[in-house]
């Protein structure tokens, strides 16, 4: 019995056109300045850990090189929540949800189910995107973020380690994405799982998996509350 559903975020409740037209020009545009700010601990932590990585390269210049190959890397994460804070706070961002979203997800947690999110976007951004919607603030639907602090979103052992932290047997949480690489891992750790092959997105279906185009399908499929 499925009792508690993890969402990802871009291609799943939110369109990625949002993301890459939207979100991603903004934090570009933000990041120089952004970089120059020598006083935050968090950019100096995400700075020093890029020259780890790119000893001698400038690090302004290799995030700008994994924002056009939209790397999912944790430092850039960081950096392009910080950049999003004040977008989100001042009104000049607000997510644009897939219509579905908002309903279906007030209808499970009203219903009795635990939502919690698993996005690469860091979980300053992912509170942000959910707490400025045009539906209002939705973090309180949910009771737990995960980013890319537990590992990677390909990764069977990332999804152990959220089963863990929410003390449920994995069977009874549903995985929802978009990448049918994230639903393997998830799967390979005993999540039950869907993807969400999003027509706007155009999701590539992939083979041997419940879809859905949609979460009221997916309550459909799987049984869950509806509003
Ligand atoms: C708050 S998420 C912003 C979008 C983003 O940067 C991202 O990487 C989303 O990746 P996902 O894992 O949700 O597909
Ligand atoms: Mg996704």
Not at 88 to 95: K, M, V
Request: aromatic fraction near 8%.
């Amino acid at each position: 019995m499925i009792r508690l559903v993890l969402l990802d975020i871009e291609g799943t409740t939110l369109p990625i056109s949002f993301v890459r037209d939207v979100m991603f020009p903004y934090a570009a545009k933000a990041l120089p300045a952004l970089m120059q700010d020598h006083t935050n601990p968090t950019v100096a932590a995400a700075r020093a850990d890029i020259v780890m990585e790119y000893p001698g390269q400038d690090p302004l210049k290799v995030c700008q090189d994994w924002m056009k190959a939209d790397v999912k890397a944790a430092p850039l994460k960081t950096l392009q929540g910080l950049t999003w804070r004040q977008g989100f706070e001042d009104g000049t961002l607000q997510a644009d949800l897939y219509p579905d979203v908002p309903p279906a997800l007030k209808a499970w947690s009203k219903g009795g189910l635990r939502l919690a999110v698993y996005s690469s976007g860091s979980i300053p951004s992912q509170k942000l995107l959910y707490g400025y919607t045009a539906q209002g603030d939705l973090t309180p639907l949910f009771e737990d973020f995960f980013d890319l602090s537990t590992g990677g979103k390909k990764d069977a052992e990332s999804y152990e380690k959220i089963t863990a932290a929410v003390g449920l047997p994995a069977d009874d949480i549903l995985f929802l994405s978009d990448i049918g690489a994230e639903l393997d891992a998830a799967r390979t750790a005993g999540m039950s799982v869907c993807q969400l092959v999003r027509e706007q997105d155009g999701t590539v279906p992939h083979s041997g998996v419940a879809q859905a185009p949609d979460l009221t399908s997916v309550s459909s499929q799987f049984g869950l509350p509806v509003a």
